[in-house]
């Protein structure tokens, strides 16, 4: 038996493709999970079934949009029966000053980061049994530093932040845990295609974090695996900064 017991639970992660989504799912397979894998491509999705195994399966979805994510729902139902722990993963991001917001950028950012997520949440609440489960969002320490440029993700992940706690009261009558982790930096693909690795701003982050890096995919995934585990039973409205101490 593993130190955190996830055998016969059936778990749900979004934007599982890669970076932090799929490390977190890795960690929730090796603990003995039946993983559901969502994501918008599946070839990336593939890529994570290949890593995890036959415990892993794949649907296609843009949590954006309702349709997606009734098909999810309708999926999970069909092979699983029910859900037992739901990380809310998949988000978007782009900085630009003030100047550059766009009612286009606004839009495609809440429509994932927060939007998605309710509406995620939303359908898996309807798949969880009496015994209940747990929820976990990731968030970011973006809202704690207040990061120039950042003005609409930093709006999302802020709503994150207000949102946990708000659905952690709401669903504790039917044994439902809702918590978030807030990374900081952490070294992914889509960090590297916004170019921050040997930036200015990497140094500065790194600079300001006491353990003197950045953070990867890995050290996330054990945060959730405890998360979505009974080990972590009494934890619930929990905002967790997993961020090697940035501020």
């Known amino acids: 038996m593993s130190e955190f017991d996830l055998a ?3 778990c749900l992660v979004t934007g599982a493709g890669r970076g932090i989504g799929r490390a977190i799912a890795e960690g929730l397979a090796r603990h003995g999970a039946t993983l559901v894998l969502s994501g918008r491509t599946e070839a990336t999705l593939s890529e994570a079934v290949a890593a995890i195994g036959e415990r892993a399966n794949v649907c296609v979805a843009d949590v954006s949009r309702e349709a997606d994510v009734l098909a999810l729902r309708d999926s999970i139902l069909t092979r699983h029966g ?22 286009a950028e606004f839009n495609r950012q809440f429509g994932t ?7 995620v949440t939303k359908e898996a609440v309807a798949l969880f049994g009496p015994e209940g489960g747990s929820i976990i969002n990731i968030g970011s320490t973006a809202t704690s530093m207040a990061v120039p440029e950042t003005s609409v993700y930093t709006a999302t992940k802020g709503a ?15 044994k439902i845990r809702v918590n978030s982790i807030n990374p900081g930096g952490v070294e992914t693909e889509g960090l590297h295609a916004a170019g921050v690795p040997g930036s200015e701003f990497e140094k500065q982050m790194i ?16 945060i959730a695996v405890f998360l979505a585990s009974s080990d972590s039973g009494w934890l619930t409205g929990e905002i967790l900064l997993a961020s090697g101490g940035l501020r």
């Open 8 to 10: 016969g639970k059936i």
């Open 82 to 103: 029910r859900l037992d722990v739901l990380v809310n993963n998949a988000g978007v991001y782009k900085f630009f000053p003030i100047q550059d917001v766009t009612e």
């Open 113 to 119: 980061n927060v939007f998605g997520l309710l509406q």
């Open 160 to 174: 994150v932040d207000t949102i946990t706690p708000v659905l952690a009261k709401e669903l504790a009558p039917r």
């Open 207 to 222: 600079a300001q974090t006491p353990l003197g890096r950045l953070g990867q995919p890995d050290d996330i995934a054990p």
